[in-house]
């Protein structure tokens, strides 16, 4: 069940998308937070300016999560991202051993928003699916109704 400090952390993942489309970026943002509000790391989109298409907010935080910190600390933690984790930063925050993510626009939405445009092929597959095939439960939160998550998209696609 999401909280104030869920919500505080969650506009934070937004105004760090806003960031990274500022930085030139797709506009995605995702923060690691303690159960208490920490923010313990913070990461955005670099697909354009890294020229990686694996550079989405997520798997960059999980890299640094991953050489900072033990699985059995992070299944203690919440990312929390912008948008729901695409497949492959699904996979990301499994292999890391997050326990719980928090998420605000859709998969499905972000779909919708973006269509068939190049820039972001959307797959219309949820993280709760992949995360389903695993070993181990991942409590997932979301999507959680922000208009500032569907704003920092605004435009961005077309």
């Known amino acids: 069940m999401l909280n104030e400090i869920d919500l505080e952390l969650l506009n934070q993942t937004i ?7 500022e930085n030139g970026n797709h506009p995605f943002g995702a923060l690691l937070g303690t159960r208490d509000g920490n923010v313990l790391l913070a990461a955005e989109n670099t697909v354009v300016t890294d020229k990686d298409c694996t550079g989405h907010a997520e798997t960059n935080l999980m890299r640094m999560a991953s050489k900072k910190y033990f699985p059995e600390f992070l299944q203690q933690c919440t990312l929390y991202s912008s948008a729901e984790p695409c497949a492959m930063c699904a996979g990301a925050i499994y292999w890391g051993g997050v326990g719980r993510v928090v998420f605000a626009l859709s998969e499905k939405e972000l779909l919708n928003m973006t269509g068939a445009n190049p820039k972001n092929p959307t797959l219309n597959l949820s993280c ?18 922000l208009a500032a998550a569907r704003i920092v998209h605004a435009g961005f696609w077309d």
């Open 15 to 21: 105004a760090i998308a806003a960031q990274s489309r």
């Open 128 to 145: 709760q699916e992949v995360f389903k095939r695993g070993q181990r439960e991942i409590i997932v939160e979301g999507p959680v109704d």
